[in-house]
């Protein structure tokens, strides 16, 4: 089958490379699960495990799903996936761990999270692997609902597609972290929409990218109703002829009065072939709105290299020091300390 | 009755430590430093004055190995060995502390991460044993107080937040906890008030005044030097040292001027 791929005359495409995709969705899985798992320990919660696209292990509903969408990636995504539904103030203790693991071809899989009033859910999606790995996440957040979204792509080679999109009711929260530290090239696509007043959405990555590497994100807050609040925080790095691309957009129905959003897009480049690309927007029809946004890229500080080496750091330990630092700002957005710990450990791997 | 100038010094109490012969560095193609020669051994502190532009601050940062400090002649060795060929962090590991005039901020790393994982690096280097992270504490804990340096500001990131007093501290708490045999310290004086000098003084006399230390300490004025008493006093005009002698010399330099030496 040929793909029907976006082309990069696109503007939210513009600084994508969706070139192996074809010849992954061509290509056939090895079936072969790796022996170790990255299952975070807690003590309690719901471990599942997905293997190219197909439920392993664990016990969560399967079934039929429609999820509108005009995303290309996310039209690929089936109609039959995961359901994570919690009924009226249900709060389950620990996490909702969740392993994809790729074990070389394409899958593709929807999923959907619908929390009623006041439920409250912790997920970790933890991507591995090879292959390509498509998913199409509905997420709807009832009055009060409270949703911890942390996500973190590990794996040598392939490439990870996430597409999300999220409705939140009235003072519901939305917290979503996301960490690219392997070696594959990421797509995240976000659409968050704030249907009901005094919700809160929170979207921190860190996007780390070497060799040829691509990372590309794009997210879209709609602020479409009063006294929302909104929080993005990205932090690129790239080395080598690597990529990372963030466009991220912030819109303010006229209505959505006492609106208080803001960006912040980083870009850190080690090497002089490497690009990021940041690229906040700002689009606000209302008139009573506080909304910041900065972007700023830059190479690591030189004057905090050296005081930094002149106290016995080797070069490469005080060049992990201060990226690590860099991408702090994302990471420590996230709340729970095993998940925190977990996606430092993957970052760290990523620094040594 | 001491030698006018130690670099001809021939006899000494201690072991020779630093050893600077004709030394010239530019930065960014201009400069600097013009023929230093010094002798430091171990126990003796030295101080450096002269006037702004004279090349204090570059003569450290060459010591240190600053990037962009470029040594176009001359040589400076370390315990007798070529410390120009080594990396700004092998020197630390050798012994060797730079006190910064402006000590550098670094946001999200705090202060006992930075110097945890650099007193490691340096033990590491020289074969010792890593200190635990509660050995580490303790040592810290010990040298903050001593410094009167709030442990919690220890746990804050590097220098951030921090007043220009509270900075230089913490370059002090640092020299505490690495413990080197050779501190530069640049301008450690400068924008403190005079109970913060005097305990930044008593901090480099505990921790450096010692028959296997030396100290070269750069300042402009006399006051820190009532405080850390120097053996010798050199000053430096136009990357030159154009005169040395024992203390009575900051004292002259206090009541008449760097005008005529530095002309």
Not at chain 1, 93 to 121: K, M
Request: proline share 4%.
């Amino acid at each position: 089958m040929l793909l029907d791929l976006p082309s990069n005359r696109s503007e939210s495409w513009r600084w994508s490379d969706l070139s192996a995709l074809q010849a992954l969705a061509e290509a056939r899985p090895t079936g072969r699960v790796p022996d170790k798992l990255p299952w975070i320990a807690c003590d309690k919660g719901v471990r599942l495990l997905f293997v190219d696209g197909e439920l392993r292990d664990g016990n969560v509903e399967i079934g039929p799903l429609a999820i509108a969408t005009s995303h290309p990636l996310g039209r690929l995504a089936g109609k039959s996936g995961w359901s994570l539904r919690l009924g009226r103030g249900h709060a389950p203790p620990g996490l909702v761990q969740i392993v994809h693991v790729s074990t070389g071809a394409a899958d593709h899989l929807p999923a959907e999270i619908v929390l009623d009033d006041d439920a409250q859910a912790s997920i970790v999606e933890s991507f591995v692997g090879t292959g390509w790995t498509n998913r199409l996440t509905g997420i709807t957040l009832g009055k009060g609902a409270r949703l911890m979204l942390h996500r973190r792509v590990a794996g040598p080679a392939g490439f990870v597609s996430l597409i999300d999109q999220a409705r939140l009711g009235e003072g519901a929260s939305f917290i979503t972290a996301t960490l690219a530290a392997g070696g594959r090239d990421t797509r995240l696509d976000g659409e968050i929409e704030l249907i009901g007043e005094g919700a809160f959405a929170e979207a921190a990555a860190a996007l780390l990218a070497r060799g040829r590497q691509r990372h590309d994100a794009s997210l879209v807050i709609r602020h479409s109703v009063p006294a929302g609040t909104s929080r993005q925080m990205w932090r690129s790095v790239a080395d080598d002829k690597a990529a990372c691309s963030v466009a991220a957009r912030v819109e303010v129905a006229r209505g959505a009065q006492k609106t208080d959003g803001e960006q912040s897009l980083k870009g850190l480049l080690l090497s002089r072939g490497a690009t990021i690309n940041a690229k906040p927007e700002l689009e606000i029809f209302a008139d009573d709105v506080k909304c910041a946004h900065g972007a700023s890229v830059g190479a690591l500080d030189r004057a905090a290299l050296f005081y930094l080496q002149s106290r016995g750091v080797a070069p490469d330990e005080a060049k992990a020091l201060l990226t690590r630092a860099f991408v702090a700002d994302a990471l420590d957005r996230i709340g729970e300390e095993e998940v925190r710990e977990a996606f430092y450990a993957d970052a760290e791997a990523w620094f040594a | 009755m001491r030698p006018a100038s130690s670099s001809i010094r021939t006899s000494n109490d201690g072991d020779l430590m630093l050893k600077i012969e004709n030394l010239h560095a530019t930065v960014d193609g201009k400069a600097i430093l013009n023929g230093i020669g010094l002798t430091v051994n171990a126990g003796e502190i030295h101080a450096i004055m002269g006037p702004n532009g004279s090349g204090k601050s570059t003569l450290a940062y060459v010591l240190a190995g600053r990037p962009g400090y470029e040594v176009t002649e001359g040589s400076v060795m370390l315990d007798g060995e070529d410390l120009l060929e080594m990396e700004p962090h092998e020197r630390a590991a050798h012994g060797m502390f730079l006190g910064f005039q402006y000590p550098v901020e670094i946001p999200g790393v705090s202060n006992v991460q930075f110097l945890r994982t650099a007193l490691n690096a340096q033990r590491r280097a020289r074969g010792e044993a890593e200190l635990s992270a509660g050995e580490f504490l303790k040592l810290a804990r010990e040298q903050a107080d001593a410094l009167g340096l709030d442990m919690e500001m220890m746990k804050r990131a590097v220098n951030v937040g921090f007043s220009g007093g509270e900075k230089k501290r913490n370059e002090m708490v640092q020299m505490g906890i690495i413990d080197p045999r050779l501190a530069i310290l640049d301008e450690t004086d400068s924008g403190l008030d005079i109970d913060a000098l005097r305990v930044i003084g008593a901090g480099i006399n505990r921790i450096l005044r010692k028959p296997d230390k030396a100290v070269l300490l750069i300042t402009h004025y006399q006051r820190l030097l009532d405080i850390v008493e120097p053996d010798f006093v050199h000053v430096l005009a136009a990357g030159r040292i154009v005169r040395s002698g024992g203390p009575e010399l900051a004292v002259e330099l206090e009541r008449e001027g760097y005008g005529e030496m530095a002309a």
